[in-house]
């Protein structure tokens, strides 16, 4: 190698260093928005897509805790916006399909990740029959991960069941 | 030697060409949940006017012009001197710049901004009103804004705008005989009002009623029409909605995106303002400080009992909707810690507009908003859900820059 091309070998090798390291040092003065997307979501623990916790079991229909009952709901808004007071029905079944009339049923619920409840106090107004249950008076007014419970109480038998749902926005 | 120079240059130049090159040619990336959120604030996405059941003259433009005049008709307040637009001026954003307002005496609390508020279920920063011709009717008879009494007001009616009342909401009825409707009289703490109030019959006292809540519907359906208007921020949203990111930087600054960035990521701010009026019109503990020397100030936790006990709620025989129609109030959290001092989060559109800030003017800037919510001390009662954000100066500065886009252009 002759001392012109190791000149310019170190020059470009200098140059790249010296480029990729500005970019980075100068990265606080740019400011976020010229970091790739991916590159944001390391850096941003609060990012919205991270709220998307992605173990949930988001399903619609569950078997309550201790097993007693199948529950499910369909929601009267579907997806549901934010801010916007609605109802469900919730049908209860026993484990092996037979509908549930006649039960008390207790609602609660809440944000896990920012350690707050339900911004109203909704509750079951009808026992439409067949299983099913009106519940009134549902609203979620944050975007991200709520759960919301049911307590069962029928012939007895006393058994609760926890829905996640993600909540956009 | 020429040749180190040449070299030099050649570093030189390059790195001003890739700074450059990073700097002007890249429009702004937004990952899709971000420009989703985006789309969610941005002021096209506000839905259409939602009717109130509870008032049938909401949407009915006589009852509006009549609203509009008493809204700024002092003569309704026991002085002559106080209207609803001294302490809602339109002059400045419906609000009056200060941290406590002023009318016949001095208010606990400060102003709020009414753009917008057709949208909200609760009225007050303690929603201790669930639409917006019952929140009218408290003022008027507060002792310390307008002063004055229910049947002051409606022979006020009678003598300035009987033709127009009558044009909407049918007769009149003759409040003249003194004898049968005194001055002052009201179901107000003053005893003089009072007792004139209690010594009327029950017939008297339910026609004055009707007409003053046929004031406040009025004066509601006024207020539907005042709803705030395109800000920089929407003009921006609408470029990067149109995938036009280039235009998109020549609306808002570096400095402004970057606080927009926050204000959707790292500094949480969503999680409370969101929508297109960036209010999630809730109830929050926000650890915001007690002023000294002013009453104690539980927030919800007082104002949701007196929703459930306001003489004009959605349920009230002066309602005009019917119970299912009555949701948010039957529904309503009434109880638990979480209401302790939380207080609903206004609207920030043109929010640098109006300082001071908070439900008691606890803060003179933007700058004092900022630092409470970097710093999240913890609340005088009840629990704050704020946590510790962790911001730089030069953060908390863009979202303040940030905040500035959200006001309309006139
Ligand atoms: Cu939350």
Not at chain 1, 116 to 131: E, K, W, Y
Not at chain 2, 124 to 148: C, I, M, N, T, Y
Request: proline letters at 6%; charged letters at 20%; a negative charge.
């Amino acid at each position: 190698m002759n001392s012109q091309t190791k000149t310019i070998v170190i020059t470009t090798v200098v140059t790249v260093i010296v480029l990729v390291a500005g970019f980075i040092l100068l990265m606080p003065v740019f400011g976020p928005r010229f970091m790739h997307p991916i590159m944001s979501q390391f850096m941003d623990g609060n990012s919205p897509s991270s709220v998307t916790a992605s173990d949930l079991d988001t399903s619609a229909e569950r078997l309550t805790n201790n097993g007693a009952f199948k529950v499910s709901f369909k929601s009267e808004l579907d997806p549901i916006t934010l801010g916007s007071m609605h109802s469900w029905v919730l049908h209860v079944e026993t484990a092996d399909g037979q509908p549930v009339e006649g039960a008390t049923i207790l609602v609660d619920g809440g944000m896990p990740e920012h350690g707050h409840g339900l911004p109203t106090a909704p509750q079951v107004t009808q026992d439409l029959g067949n299983g099913d249950y009106l519940v009134e008076g549902l609203k979620f007014q944050m975007g991200g991960w709520w759960e919301v419970k049911f307590n069962i109480t029928a012939d007895g038998t006393e058994d609760n069941v926890t829905f996640n749902l993600i909540v956009g926005g | 030697m020429t040749k180190r120079y040449l070299i030099l240059t050649g570093i030189l130049l390059t790195l001003s060409a890739g700074i450059l090159f990073g700097c002007s040619a890249q429009p702004t990336a937004w990952t899709d949940a971000e420009v989703e959120i985006l789309q969610s604030l941005w002021i096209g996405s506000l839905p259409g006017l939602p009717t109130d059941p509870s008032n049938q003259y909401g949407d009915n433009p006589q009852a509006a012009a009549l609203g509009e005049k008493l809204f700024f008709d002092t003569r309704f307040s026991s002085n002559g001197e106080v209207a609803c637009a001294t302490c809602h001026d339109p002059e400045k954003n419906f609000q009056d710049g200060l941290p406590r307002a002023q009318g016949v005496g001095t208010t606990n609390r400060r102003a709020m901004p009414i753009a917008g508020t057709a949208y909200s279920p609760w009225m007050f920063w303690d929603g201790r009103k669930d639409s917006q011709w019952a929140q009218a009717l408290g003022p008027l008879e507060s002792a310390v804004e307008h002063g004055g009494t229910r049947t002051q007001y409606v022979k006020l009616i009678g003598a300035n705008y009987k033709d127009e009342y009558e044009a909407v909401f049918g007769a009149l009825p003759d409040f003249s005989d003194a004898s049968r409707f005194p001055e002052p009289a009201a179901p107000v703490s003053d005893e003089a009002a009072a007792a004139n109030w209690e010594a009327m019959t029950a017939e008297d006292r339910e026609a004055v009623t009707r007409v003053y809540v046929n004031m406040g519907k009025a004066i509601a359906a006024y207020e539907r029409t005042i709803m705030p208007g395109e800000s920089r921020f929407d003009q921006y949203v609408e470029s990067v909605l149109a995938n036009d990111g280039a235009t998109a930087d020549t609306i808002l600054s570096d400095d402004e995106i970057a606080g927009l960035k926050l204000f959707i990521g790292a500094a949480n701010c969503t999680r409370c303002h969101n929508g297109a009026l960036f209010t999630d019109n809730d109830f929050h503990n926000t650890g915001v400080p007690v002023i000294e020397n002013l009453p104690e100030d539980t927030g919800r936790a007082l104002g949701a009992q007196q929703a459930l006990a306001d003489e004009f709620n959605c349920l009230s025989v002066y309602s005009d909707a019917a119970p299912e129609d009555c949701s948010e109030l039957k529904f309503m959290l009434t109880e638990g810690e979480a209401l302790e001092r939380a207080y609903k989060p206004p609207s920030l559109r043109d929010v640098a507009q109006r300082a001071p800030y908070m439900h008691a003017g606890q803060f003179t800037t933007l700058q004092g908003v900022l630092s409470h919510y970097n710093e999240a001390p913890a609340a005088p009662m009840g629990h704050t859900e704020l946590e510790l954000l962790h911001l730089s100066e030069v953060q908390l500065n863009q979202i303040i820059a940030f905040l500035e886009t959200l006001s309309s252009i006139k």
